[in-house]
């Protein structure tokens, strides 16, 4: 969906509705960046609708509910001590994590919705001509392959693969779709939504590409992956894949239309993807690239006043935690809504774990932010990052994974039950495993 408040776009967006097979097969959650109506992949005024998504099914085919949440509110989290404010690496120290479920417990529920999941939904969108379908497909590729980081069974990491060999299997020329704005030799997807009938929509792309390109990392970072033929091929050829008609078809068609976009949320999901791709070439050139887009929306926008960095602030409620606003330059409340914040902080939680810009005191900061500002007790969930309004409790796609950093959070997400699935499922699992390995802040 797309913000009301964008620039000089009138009007409110639709707010996105899941489809049926999400509903009851249990797939995803909410779409919370859709377009808007009438505007097109060519407007790079895209922004997103302060609507809050809707709340998700847990279908039928879900395990007993965990227990509730006691009602109490959510324990307070220490800032991070002087010693860890100038670190970006993972905490030195396990912090003891007796009582958690186990990988093992997650991987249990994983698999209860694992196959309804993929045949519903995930495996259909992969084959689809449809480039909106593949905004939720980045659920499916993300929990498996969080899935594969937690358990080392292969089994998640080959569903992944499969989902986006479908995808590029699939892709077309520009020049042979007959609504595409660009009509140049890049590979790509044309969108059947209504709004943007036939257009080559990068919101679509990226959403999804994010999560490719952290699976691929995942391929180039196990040896007994790359190593494997098997795998090396095809790393190789998704990477090739990514790198041209991915990042450089986005790039060279207006970075500053495309690549750092109008608000935080958007700008994220290139910073993710140019991230991951700076780590993975073997091209100097290209590597540069990549880390001159990731700075510079880490820290200084090439046509914008602000950045990631520039637009964090103390919170007004909370000296612990942050408060920042989606549009760039704003300071203003109530701030980013949490819908979208999800997607600023599934970049910056991998971006932290890489060493990359954000430290162990700012990931303190947006525990905080989650555990006491946005989800202050039990079934109270803000819509805005700034703690008000009243929100779904949709954390999946960014802020859960926050729960790798801190076992009191991880904790509280054993008994949330907003938003049950297989991406939920996999990324809790996977916070248990960084957790055991130390994670913990």
């Known amino acids: ?15 996105s509705l899941m489809s049926l097979a999400l509903l009851v097969g249990g ?20 922004a997103t609708s302060p609507g809050s998504p809707e709340a998700i099914n847990p279908g039928a085919e879900e395990l007993a509910p965990p227990s509730a949440e006691m009602d109490a509110p959510a324990p307070s989290v ?39 999941e993929h045949t519903s939904s995930f495996l259909p969108k992969s084959n689809s001509l449809d480039s909106w379908q593949f905004y939720d497909l980045a ?4 929990g498996n392959t969080a899935m ?24 077309k020329s520009s020049a042979s779709l007959p609504r595409s704005q660009f009509k140049d030799g890049y590979l790509g997807w044309a969108s059947a939504r209504s709004d943007t009938l036939g257009q080559e929509v990068p919101l679509f ?24 033929a098997t795998y090396r091929a095809q790393y190789d050829k998704l990477l090739a894949f990514t790198e041209k008609n991915m990042f450089e078809k986005w790039n060279k068609r207006g970075a500053n239309s495309y690549l750092y976009r109008v608000n935080t949320h958007m700008a994220s999901h290139w910073a993710y993807i140019a991230l991951d791709l700076s780590r993975m070439t073997t091209d100097a050139t290209k590597k540069a690239t990549y880390l001159t887009v990731v700075n510079n929306i880490n820290r200084d926008m090439p046509n914008n006043s602000s950045s990631l960095r520039g637009q964090l602030m103390t919170s007004m409620v909370n000296p612990s935690a942050y408060f920042w606003a989606a549009e760039w330059g704003s300071k203003s409340r109530p701030g980013q809504d949490v819908a979208h914040g999800n997607g600023v902080m ?9 060493g990359m810009e954000w430290t162990n005191a700012d990931m303190s900061k947006f525990v905080v932010t989650l555990n006491n500002v946005i989800w202050p007790s039990a079934g109270r969930y803000a819509n805005y990052v700034d703690g008000t309004g009243s929100g779904t409790g949709w954390f999946n796609d960014g802020l859960m994974k ?29 916070n248990v495993k960084l957790l055991d390995s130390g994670s913990a802040l």
Not at 3 to 14: C, E, F, H, K, V
Not at 27 to 35: I, K
Not at 211 to 228: F, Q, S
Request: charged share 20%; aromatic share 10%.
């Open 139 to 142: 659920y499916g590729i993300d």
């Open 148 to 171: 594969y980081r937690a358990t080392g069974k292969t089994q998640y990491l080959d569903r992944a693969l499969l989902y986006v060999n479908n995808m590029v299997g699939h892709a």
């Open 78 to 116: 220490a800032p991070t001590s002087p010693e860890e404010a100038g670190s970006s690496s993972l905490g030195s120290t396990a912090q003891a994590v007796t009582g958690l479920r186990t990988v093992a417990g997650w991987e249990t529920l994983f698999l209860n919705r694992w196959n309804s």
């Open 346 to 354: 599934a970049y910056i939680t991998e971006a932290h774990d890489a």
């Open 402 to 430: 926050l729960g790798r950093y801190n076992v009191a959070l991880q904790r509280r997400l054993e008994t949330h039950s907003v938003g049950q699935n297989t991406q939920y499922y996999g990324n809790a699992a996977l």
């Open 1 to 15: 969906m797309f913000d009301s408040r964008r620039r000089n776009t009138p009007g409110i967006a639709l707010t």
């Open 205 to 228: 792309e990226s959403y999804c590409w994010r999560y490719v390109t952290r699976m691929l990392r995942v391929i180039k970072e196990t040896p007994a992956l790359y190593g494997n």
């Open 27 to 46: 797939a995803c959650g909410p779409n919370p960046e859709t377009p808007a109506p009438g505007e097109t992949a060519t407007d790079n005024r895209e």
